[in-house]
């Protein structure tokens, strides 16, 4: 089975940055899009960047040039670098994708969620 793990999630003061970073494993034949989504007490999942294969991006408009997504296709990583973090930010955040199995198969999987707290 493929399975997406999370990690670069924690503690950060207002203003400051972190990276996030997950590494899809398992067989697959590849990935197509990558993507952030993240999840506040009280409040709907939501999309926060993706990425295609081909590098293509989209960002919410509230992380727009604060957050940059990227991928290493070699290694099946995608990442989030979160700079100027404000107290909005803080969520559950949550690694998906969208890939082809080895017979062609379009799954999706999410990762198990990396909690993000950013204090006033």
């Known amino acids: 089975q493929v399975q997406l793990v999370e990690s670069g999630g924690g503690l950060v003061q207002q203003g400051g940055s972190l990276r996030l970073s997950c590494a899809a494993s398992g067989s697959m034949f590849s990935i197509n899009v990558m993507g952030w989504y993240r999840q506040a007490p009280g409040k709907q999942r939501e999309l926060v960047a993706d990425i295609t294969r081909g590098g293509s991006t989209n960002y919410a408009d509230s992380v727009k040039g604060r957050f940059t997504i990227s991928r290493d296709n070699a290694k099946n990583t995608v990442y989030l670098q979160m700079n100027s973090l404000k107290p909005e930010d803080t969520a559950v955040y949550y690694c998906?994708?969208?890939?082809?199995?080895?017979?062609?198969?379009?799954?999706?999987?999410w990762g198990q969620g990396t909690l993000v707290t950013v204090s006033s």
């Open positions: 998906n994708a969208h890939y082809y199995t080895t017979t062609l198969q379009y799954l999706e999987v």
